[in-house]
């Protein structure tokens, strides 16, 4: 059997919070009905999956880049940083990589990136599953640290009730400093508005 990782990231848009990224590989005969983008499936259906591709697959891992490392190196740099980690932590090595989007990580086997293929490729598909789910927790986990952002609602999206949670509560340590709502509410705060 040819080893192949699906391997896809959770979380390049939202205001706050890490990005992760996982790596899965597939058995060839899994028994995975349903598995798709994980924005398509309901958070009742993602949780499910989730326990099941955990339990069938030949190997997984999860990798992260955190605000800090998004902020120095830019969102896209550090997903493919969290791919990596994510490819790192796998205890088997594929011999093949197929990565959601159109930008490759950039590892030690052969990767092919597929735009959409969080819905066209089985492995992408679990690990698009995968790193939702992990990441969707931890921002409900977050909302207990910080309440009143409504991170168990948004995930650290730029929804209408985040940004107005911003302005009124002001920047934690979870947000993103380099995307500019974030960082225009700074500005506003130490007296830099209009410059």
């Not at 390049?12 to 058995?27: E, F, H, K, N």
């Not at 088997?92 to 597929?114: F, H, K, M, S, Y």
């Not at 969080?118 to 679990?126: F, G, M």
Request: glycine share 10%; proline share 6%; with cysteine.
């Amino acid at each position: 059997m040819t080893l192949v990782a699906g391997v896809d990231e959770a979380g390049r848009g939202p205001l706050a919070g890490p990005v992760i990224a996982a790596a899965v590989i597939l058995p060839s005969t899994h028994e995975l009905e349903g598995l798709n983008d994980s924005k398509r499936l309901t958070p009742r259906r993602r949780e499910r999956l989730a326990v099941m591709i955990r339990e069938q697959a030949v190997a997984w891992a999860l990798g992260r880049a955190e605000v800090a490392e998004i902020d120095r190196l830019n969102i896209l740099q550090a997903s493919l940083l969290a791919m990596r980690r994510a490819l790192d932590g796998l205890t088997l090595l594929p011999a093949e990589v197929r990565v959601d989007g159109n930008q490759c990580p950039g590892w030690q086997v052969p990767a092919q990136t597929i735009v959409g293929g969080d819905a066209l490729e089985p492995a992408i598909s679990a690990a698009s599953i995968l790193a939702k789910v992990s990441r969707d927790g931890e921002m409900v986990a977050l909302a207990e640290r910080y309440p009143g952002y409504g991170f168990e609602r948004h995930k650290g999206y730029p929804a209408a009730s985040h940004l107005q949670a911003l302005q009124q509560l002001g920047v934690t340590p979870e947000h993103r400093r380099s995307y500019a709502p974030v960082r225009r509410i700074l500005e506003q705060a130490n007296g830099f508005a209009g410059v």
